[in-house]
């Protein structure tokens, strides 16, 4: 039984729509809004439902938001002078599940902003990718009040196979969302080092990957995304200018505690040459080009 929930996804890009189809399938009536029309158009042929947040709002139990970072979850939470965003039209004991990385501080912001209209707000930033979106099963860092947890759980049960509960507030899941794109953009960065050192030494793209995700250097990020470099295969699945993004969030909370964090900063100053470079909107495997660019190897398929 569904018990007539209503949902709206904002932000229909690869985890935004996988998530909004796990919620289809799970049998909850929900709308999809993105910027790009198309987009939302292709979510009503996988069973979403059409309607302007204007009309709904005050119907929906839920609004998840999986959009690109603090500035666009703002947007969509309280909008602007001519748009007050969606959060002023829902019913009080709403939920709002923000998803996006942004700082703790600025979560604990928003929570207190839903607050003022009765809304719950749970700080719930996802992991896992969009082939574990598209399956219902990813993994959520989450914080925020017991209520809040009580109405997102139909939301969380079709969305993920995970939830960890990081808090009674917001902020925690935030957090550990930093600690966790730390070690993904420096596991990707990394990955693009050893492999494009790998090629100078006479080892191939397809051995490392056949040998080293069978031995200890091996991570999920080297797994996930070393076969795109072998397959030449550089769309977006998740882009090199997502870690411009994150790694500054991750580095803008560190210098906020006091924390050095050297590593981290020399993976985003990788991941910032790819994209001077005009890498940005390629997928993030693509920071190998800047390793290979520097030496002169040939990486696979690429001219």
């Known amino acids: 039984m569904t018990d007539g929930l209503q949902v709206a996804v904002f932000g229909l890009g690869s985890m935004g729509f996988g998530m909004a189809e796990s919620l289809v399938r799970a049998g909850y009536t929900t709308y999809g809004y993105d910027p790009v029309a198309e987009q939302c158009d292709r979510f009503i042929t996988v069973g979403g439902t059409s309607g302007t947040i204007e009309q709904v709002a005050s119907d929906l139990s839920a609004v998840v938001v999986v959009v690109l970072n603090a500035a666009q979850t703002e947007s969509v939470l309280f909008g602007d002078d001519v748009n007050p965003g969606v959060v002023p039209r829902l019913s009080p004991g709403a939920v709002v599940l923000a998803c996006a990385t942004v700082s703790p501080d600025f979560a604990k912001a928003m929570s207190a902003r839903c ?157 910032k040459t790819a994209s001077d470079g005009g890498l940005g909107r390629e997928d993030d495997a693509a920071v190998a080009k800047v390793y290979a660019n520097q030496v002169g190897v040939k990486l696979p398929g690429v001219d």
């Open 115 to 271: 607050a003022e209209y009765q809304v719950h707000y749970l700080d719930s930033p996802i992991s896992g990718g969009a082939v574990k979106a598209r399956e219902g099963a990813l993994s959520v860092m989450a914080s925020g009040s017991a209520d809040a947890f009580n109405a997102a759980r139909p939301i969380y049960d079709a969305t993920a196979e995970k939830v960890f509960v990081l808090g009674d507030e917001a902020g925690p899941g935030s957090a550990m969302k930093a600690v966790n794109q730390m070690l993904a953009g420096v596991h990707i960065a990394a990955m693009a080092e050893a492999l494009t050192f790998g090629l100078t030494q006479g080892v191939e793209a397809e051995t490392f990957v056949e040998v080293i995700t069978q031995c200890a250097g091996n991570s999920w990020m080297l797994e996930n995304r070393a076969p795109h470099i072998v397959a030449g295969d550089y769309t977006p699945h998740s882009a090199v200018d997502i870690w411009l993004k994150d790694l500054g969030i991750v580095l803008n909370t560190a210098e906020d505690a006091g924390f050095e964090a050297p590593i981290t900063t020399a993976a985003l100053h990788q991941f």
